[in-house]
């Protein structure tokens, strides 16, 4: 599985950015989509993820600012980042699971076996 996450760029404070993470294989829809990011000096911590179900999951520090989407069709992921914060700046990164039906948080690094290289969104002050 290749995944390939595109839509960094510099944005000013309040602004909005759309990521999009494109996943090759023939099983996307099998898949549990998370979106990670990594701050400068920082672990990579957890954003928001959409299980296959649908269901979705977020950090409380981007709820109520960020929906996380997919577009099973085009087998690609989607981050929506609204009122983006300074601290928002980070590489962010899009990760796949194979889950099973039942909605789970798979919320930490470790439950995510399939990773993109990221993209790097900066947002000025």
């Known amino acids: 599985v290749q995944l390939q996450a595109s839509g960094g760029g510099l944005v000013q404070a309040g602004g909005s950015l759309r990521l999009s993470c494109v996943v090759s294989?023939?099983?996307?829809?099998?898949?549990?989509m998370g979106w990670f990011r990594q701050a400068p000096g920082k672990e990579r911590e957890f954003v928001a993820a959409?299980?296959?179900?649908?269901?979705?999951y977020y950090a409380d520090s981007i709820k109520g600012r960020f929906t996380v989407s997919r577009d099973n069709a085009k087998k690609t992921a989607y981050l929506q980042m609204n009122s983006l914060k300074p601290e928002d700046t980070a590489v962010y990164f899009c990760?796949?699971?194979?889950?099973?039906?039942?909605?789970?948080?798979?919320?930490?690094?470790?439950?995510?076996?399939?990773w993109g290289r990221g993209t790097l969104v900066t947002v000025s002050s």
């Open positions: 990760a796949a699971k194979n889950t099973i039906l039942t909605p789970y948080p798979y919320t930490t690094v470790a439950d995510y076996t399939d």
């Open positions: 959409i299980h296959r179900s649908a269901t979705t």
């Open positions: 294989g023939p099983t996307f829809s099998r898949y549990t």
